[in-house]
DNA sequence: ACATTTTGTTGTACATGTACTATATTCCAT
DNA sequence: ATGGAATATAGTACATGTACAACAAAATGT
């Protein structure tokens, strides 16, 4: 594993489309090997497959890889203070 | 070579501010060979190191990198149609 | 329960990114 | 014109990213 580790959510995003990591590993022109690596974190990719893969889900490469961990989309979505609590 | 070559400005943001590769680098916190490389194109930098140069010029990461090549910022932020002829 | 698909693991191989050393060249100041 | 800084070039070495094959484990649908 890499010392400085790179955060993603290539798995939610891949969930959310309903992709397995052959789907998405055709899309982007990688062996489905390599996706998982990237889901698990055991490497980060190029930044020439960060672009293809921005580019794939639509996505500013900000809004997909992080140094720091993300926070859940439903969590960023609808705040704690704003829930529901019964 | 690599054979998708991603465009970068560094060698103008590094111009900006008026900073040597060595500045840069040690900036980086990587050799200035390094910067030399990535600003003359021979390869592109990992995403990790693609993050590091984000933070350090406070820029997205997409302001500096891109598979097209970049438009010169005098041209992007004067166009055409605005500039004096005379 | 079974078959199929999806995911994880291990191992090998090769390409690319990064560091480092050394030397050459270009660019400025003075 | 000389010297020092900045940049370019070449070579070696090592780390990391990616592909590929084989097999195990887990998940899913029927």
Not at 69 to 74: A, Q, T, V, W
């Amino acid at each position: 594993m890499p010392e400085k580790t790179i955060y993603n959510r290539l798995a939610v995003l891949r969930a959310e489309r309903g992709l397995s990591r052959q789907d998405l590993a055709s899309g982007l022109g990688v062996n489905y090997q390599t996706v998982g690596y990237l889901e698990r974190g055991e490497y980060s990719p190029s930044l020439e497959l960060a672009f293809r893969i921005s580019d794939f889900f639509r996505l500013p490469i900000e809004a997909i890889f992080s140094r720091e961990p993300f926070r859940p989309f439903s969590e960023a979505l609808y705040p704690e203070e704003t829930r529901n609590t019964q």
